[in-house]
């Protein structure tokens, strides 16, 4: 392979420095974090993530067995069945720390799902009907997709969101992750690059040897023997940016790194993938996204999280990640031909509003002024944007010079 930035050990010293300072990083938040896990578990601001790690096969089952116990014993005192779970749809529900992102609250308002209400009744019976499902999956240890428990019984769950936010549910009740409870989602996302790891089936994946990307699997949290010499994850909003990067040979110019996009809003396997190689490999994490309010919630939920997945953020989150581009402020830096860019919709000015009334936004000031930018333009720029100055402006220019003078925020 050609080996165009190698060729100049130099050009990586900007590279180095992040991951010094990444490292250095690291280190104190685990500090911080063991001071703040000694407290006691009944401190209400310790987040439910710090518990929910690696829970046992049979830790799940008697999790499961006590909320059925529970609505056993209602019954029989002649009380309506009711079940809980922490709700996954308030803000206020959430904290933010700088070494996890978004975390559920300790004590966290609850949702309760109720028998004798005629208008969850239906919810309940559903949500009885997968717990039934999820039992036997962790019983015989074996592993199901969504969209296949989707397909044994179509007719009450009506569609596949009614059994994903069931599910979510139930992971908020038993406080696992939906892994724990055997349930898989199908992957989308696609990874390439500088990669070599062992699957759980036991097969040895290269991802060097895929000219367009490898599925990442289903299974991320069970892969071994992960290998690699890259010096960087570029971490791609979009399928067509990353399959562009991989025809105009950024593998070759840019070896060795790593490739990964979730192909728009990422799904949690990407989000996994993302995070497993930051604590295998700790190199830096650099993300390419659209510079739109869109492409920046994108780049959040890789950093932080989300609101609906709060109550997993410590294993699917990457704070150290940093944005690479494409930046407002390159799009004026740059002088991109103002045809080649998009005027704001109300849409995007509604998100970029919400963006900055999010509970981590003050804590990134560079990225603030990057969307104040945004605004001042009234325009935005899909990554796409940049082929308006050449062809492969994008592959042989724009990356190889923010990673060679730390272009990032």
């Known amino acids: 392979m050609a080996a165009g930035i190698e060729r100049c050990p130099s050009n990586w010293d900007k590279l180095t420095e992040l991951q010094e300072i990444l490292l250095r990083e690291k280190r104190l938040k685990q500090i911080k974090r063991r001071c703040f896990s000694d407290r006691s578990c009944e401190d209400s601001r310790e987040p439910l993530t710090t518990r929910n790690q690696g829970v046992p096969r049979d830790d799940i089952l008697r999790r499961i067995e006590r909320v059925i116990e529970d609505i056993l014993t209602r019954i029989s005192h002649q009380q309506p069945p ?13 904290q933010f720390t700088d070494d996890v992102g978004l975390e559920m609250r300790g004590k966290p308002a609850l949702t309760e799902v109720r028998f004798d209400a005629v208008n969850s009744v239906k919810k309940f019976g559903i949500t009885l009907r997968v717990i039934a ?3 036997k999956l962790v019983q015989s240890n074996t592993f ?11 007719e009450l769950f009506g569609s596949q969101s009614t059994l994903d936010d069931i599910l979510k549910n139930i992971c908020c009740m038993l406080n696992v992750p939906r892994r724990s409870l055997h349930v898989l989602a199908t992957s989308k996302g696609f990874i390439a690059g500088d990669l070599k790891f062992t699957e759980v089936n036991g097969n040895r994946v290269d991802c060097s040897t895929s000219k367009t990307g490898m599925l990442i699997p289903a299974h991320v949290q069970d892969i071994c023997n992960v290998r690699s010499r890259a010096r960087f994850v570029l971490v791609v909003e979009k399928d067509a940016t990353f399959q562009k990067l991989l025809d105009d040979g950024m593998l070759g110019d840019m070896w060795p790194c790593i490739l990964i996009t979730g192909k728009g809003f990422p799904d949690v396997n990407t989000r996994l993938m993302v995070r497993r190689l ?4 700790q190199i830096p994490i650099l993300g390419l996204v659209d510079a739109d309010p869109h492409g920046l919630e994108i780049l959040c939920v890789y950093k932080f999280g989300s609101k609906s997945m709060s109550y ?21 830096r740059l002088q991109v031909p103002r045809d080649a860019l998009i005027p704001l919709s109300q849409s995007d000015l509604r998100k970029a509003h ?4 999010r509970p981590y936004y003050k804590h990134l000031p560079d990225w603030m002024k990057e969307m104040q930018v945004l605004m001042n333009l009234e325009r935005k720029g899909e990554i796409q944007c940049l082929t308006a100055i050449s062809s492969d402006y994008l592959t042989k220019v724009y990356i190889p010079n923010k990673i060679r003078h730390g272009g990032w925020i």
């Open 354 to 357: 919400k963006l900055m009334q």
């Open 133 to 135: 499902m999820c039992y």
């Open 278 to 281: 930051w604590d295998d490999l």
């Open 144 to 154: 199901s997709t969504k969209r296949d428990l989707y397909y044994k019984d179509t």
């Open 82 to 94: 009711i079940l809980t779970y922490n709700s996954t749809s308030r803000w206020d529900n959430v």
């Open 312 to 332: 997993e953020s410590h294993s699917l989150t990457v704070p150290c990640i940093r944005w690479l581009g494409v930046l407002p402020s390159d799009i004026d």
